[in-house]
Protein backbone atom coordinates (compact mmCIF):
# COMPACT_ATOMS: atom_id res chain seq x y z
CA UNK A 1 0.00 0.00 0.00
CA UNK A 2 1.63 3.38 -1.05
CA UNK A 3 0.98 6.77 0.50
CA UNK A 4 1.40 9.72 -0.99
CA UNK A 5 1.98 12.99 1.17
CA UNK A 6 1.22 16.37 0.11
CA UNK A 7 3.62 19.14 0.42
CA UNK A 8 3.86 22.44 0.55
CA UNK A 9 6.24 23.85 -2.38
CA UNK A 10 9.36 24.74 -1.90
CA UNK A 11 9.42 27.72 -4.25
CA UNK A 12 6.17 30.48 -4.41
CA UNK A 13 5.46 32.42 -7.41
CA UNK A 14 4.66 36.13 -6.46
CA UNK A 15 1.45 35.53 -6.07
CA UNK A 16 1.88 32.39 -3.81
CA UNK A 17 4.08 34.80 -1.42
CA UNK A 18 1.90 37.58 -1.68
CA UNK A 19 -1.00 35.49 -0.46
CA UNK A 20 1.22 34.06 2.20
CA UNK A 21 2.50 37.03 3.51
CA UNK A 22 -1.10 38.88 3.45
CA UNK A 23 -0.15 41.84 1.02
CA UNK A 24 -0.26 42.51 -2.55
CA UNK A 25 1.74 41.92 -5.11
CA UNK A 26 2.91 45.38 -5.77
CA UNK A 27 4.10 45.26 -1.72
CA UNK A 28 5.44 42.12 -2.61
CA UNK A 29 8.00 43.59 -5.13
CA UNK A 30 8.67 46.37 -3.14
CA UNK A 31 9.77 44.42 -0.16
CA UNK A 32 12.17 42.75 -2.11
CA UNK A 33 13.50 46.01 -3.86
CA UNK A 34 14.40 47.89 -0.48
CA UNK A 35 13.66 44.84 2.55
CA UNK A 36 15.69 42.17 1.13
CA UNK A 37 12.78 40.24 0.67
CA UNK A 38 14.25 36.40 -0.14
CA UNK A 39 14.20 35.37 -3.44
CA UNK A 40 15.46 33.40 -6.38
CA UNK A 41 15.95 34.83 -9.83
CA UNK A 42 15.47 31.88 -12.39
CA UNK A 43 16.87 32.87 -15.76
CA UNK A 44 16.50 36.81 -16.17
CA UNK A 45 12.80 37.20 -15.68
CA UNK A 46 11.57 34.62 -13.48
CA UNK A 47 11.78 35.48 -9.62
CA UNK A 48 10.59 32.91 -7.79
CA UNK A 49 10.45 32.75 -3.37
CA UNK A 50 11.58 30.46 -1.08
CA UNK A 51 8.56 29.68 1.12
CA UNK A 52 10.97 28.63 4.86
CA UNK A 53 12.90 32.06 3.85
CA UNK A 54 9.60 34.00 3.46
CA UNK A 55 8.81 32.75 6.98
CA UNK A 56 12.19 33.68 9.10
CA UNK A 57 12.33 37.15 7.51
CA UNK A 58 8.76 37.71 8.77
CA UNK A 59 9.73 36.00 11.82
CA UNK A 60 12.82 38.12 12.21
CA UNK A 61 10.45 41.56 11.77
CA UNK A 62 8.08 40.41 14.63
CA UNK A 63 8.22 43.15 17.48
CA UNK A 64 6.49 43.32 20.44
CA UNK A 65 3.90 40.52 22.32
CA UNK A 66 5.55 36.92 22.14
CA UNK A 67 6.92 34.81 19.18
Known amino acids: MST ?8 L ?23 GLPH ?6 CVRYPAEGLRRWAESRTTGGTR
Open 4 to 11: TTETAPIL
Open 13 to 35: SAREAARLLNVSERTLFSWRATE
Open 40 to 45: VRIGSR
